[in-house]
């Protein structure tokens, strides 16, 4: 079982930063893929980020890519997500994700989920 805490929310103007982060606990974080989904109002879960029990491998959005940044510190039990030139349509619920194995894009996939911290991009 591993527990996953959210943290960095907020709003933010269009072309801000933001840093999300993800606090897990329980079992051995460094075995898990580790993976950042957003849900905005009214459309299904979409993947954002992804990066392998290792860090060496990751994997992102094309509506993120170049502009978001995945890392994970294994020895702190924490996967971040650095989001710069934000824009208006990144507003949503983000989510941190674990799973066991490779990296994978459909939230199905995945079996641990925080409950989500909420990232607003005003224009």
């Known amino acids: 079982q591993v527990q996953l805490v959210e943290s960095g929310g907020g709003v933010v103007q269009a072309g801000g930063s933001l840093r999300l982060s993800c606090a897990a606990s329980?079992?051995?974080?460094?075995?898990?893929?580790m993976g950042w989904f957003r849900q905005a109002p009214g459309k299904e879960r979409e993947f954002v980020a992804a990066?392998?029990?290792?860090?060496?491998?990751?994997s992102y959005a094309d509506s993120v890519k170049g502009r978001f940044t995945i890392s994970r510190d294994n020895a702190k039990n924490t996967v971040s997500l650095q989001m710069n030139s934000l824009k208006p349509e990144d507003t949503a619920v983000y989510y941190c994700?674990?799973?066991?194995?490779?990296?994978?894009?459909?939230?199905?996939?995945?079996?641990?989920w925080g409950q989500g911290t909420q990232v607003t991009v005003s224009s």
């Open positions: 990066i392998s029990w290792g860090g060496n491998r990751t």
């Open positions: 994700a674990a799973r066991e194995g490779r990296i994978q894009t459909i939230p199905q996939r995945y079996m641990y």
């Open positions: 329980g079992r051995t974080f460094s075995i898990y893929t």
